[in-house]
């Protein structure tokens, strides 16, 4: 169940949270709570529950009992830890690909607000209202810097290790 904000200091909860998959039991009455300006790491033995732990903050997927509490300016963003649907596949895609993936839901707010804009002189009070509100979205999610990042993580070559081309061998560097 993903609720409203519990306290106003809280930015994820979880609050007893169980995940099942069948028979197993992955999280069993699970308790993590993050407030505003926290970083945390998610470390932990494989299959132990933490792609399932974000999953569930993200909202990709619900607890089979507790509560999923989010409060984050302009919502949370999720990138699985694999690149299948991402554009160019798993073989080929890149990291640059990945991040493009993950920006698609700023990509559609930009688009809003420049359809917004282009309507801006015959603009009702709503309109501008609705305008405003798309702005805050974009600017509390980052979309202003998104291309500096993309641009940075697109050096980072594939995402998978592999040969990388030079100029005597083009599979080898």
């Known amino acids: 169940m993903l609720t409203a904000p519990h306290p106003a200091t809280s930015q994820l909860r979880l609050t007893e949270i169980t995940k099942r998959y069948g028979d197993r039991v992955v999280l069993d009455r699970a308790d993590l709570t993050v407030s ?3 970083r945390v790491g998610v470390i932990g ?3 132990s529950g933490k792609s399932t732990l974000l999953r569930l903050l993200a909202g990709e997927e ?3 009992n507790g509560q999923v509490t989010v409060s984050a300016p302009g919502g949370v963003g999720y990138l699985p830890q694999t690149l299948d649907g991402v554009s160019g596949g798993i073989p080929a895609g890149t990291v640059a690909d990945a991040v493009d993936s993950a920006l698609a839901v700023l990509r559609d707010l930009e688009s809003r607000m420049r359809e917004a804009e282009a309507a801006l002189g015959s603009a009702t009070s709503a309109d501008l209202a609705a305008y405003g509100d798309l702005v805050a979205e974009f ?3 980052g979309g202003y810097n998104a291309d500096a990042r993309r641009r940075g993580s697109a050096r980072s070559g594939p995402a998978r290790p592999g040969p ?3 100029a005597a061998h083009p599979l080898r560097r």
């Open 36 to 38: 505003p300006g926290e």
């Open 45 to 47: 033995d494989n299959g």
């Open 62 to 64: 619900d607890p089979s």
């Open 139 to 141: 600017e509390a999610r």
């Open 164 to 166: 990388r081309p030079s």
